[in-house]
Nanobody
Framework: QVQLVESGGGLVQAGGSLRLSCAAS????????MGWFRQAPGKEREFVAG????????YYARAVKGRFTISRDNAKNMVYLQMNSLKPEDTAVYYC?????????????????WGQGTQVIVSS
């Protein structure tokens, strides 16, 4: 069982940066792939970024590639999402998710564990 708690959301102006953090509990964290998803009002939850169990492989949604960076620290049971050059369309609740398969996935249904989310608002 893995429990996930996000932090770091907030209000930022367009062009600014935020760093989201996800703290994970459980001894099996280092074997899990991890991902970040987001959900804007009235829209479906969508994939943002993913990282495999070791951190050696990362992948991104086209909308954020080149602006966002996912990373992990297995020694600290932490996952991060560095978000730069933020745009108003990045406004959403951001969720950290854990996939018991080590490689990871773009697919929401593949993830087994979810945090409660952290709100990001980007003003124009």
């Amino acid at each position: 069982q893995v429990q996930l708690v996000e932090s770091g959301g907030g209000l930022v102006q367009a062009g600014g940066s935020l760093r989201l953090s996800c703290a994970a509990s459980g001894r099996t964290f280092s074997t899990y792939a991890m991902g970040w998803f987001r959900q804007a009002p009235g829209k479906e939850r969508e994939f943002v970024a993913g990282i495999n169990w070791s951190g050696g492989s990362t992948y991104y949604a086209r909308a954020v590639k080149g602006r966002f960076t996912i990373s992990r620290d297995n020694a600290k049971n932490m996952v991060y999402l560095q978000m730069n050059s933020l745009k108003p369309e990045d406004t959403a609740v951001y969720y950290c998710a854990g996939d018991s398969a080590p490689g990871g996935s773009y697919l929401l249904a593949e993830y087994d564990y979810w945090g409660q989310g952290t709100q990001v608002i980007v003003s124009s």
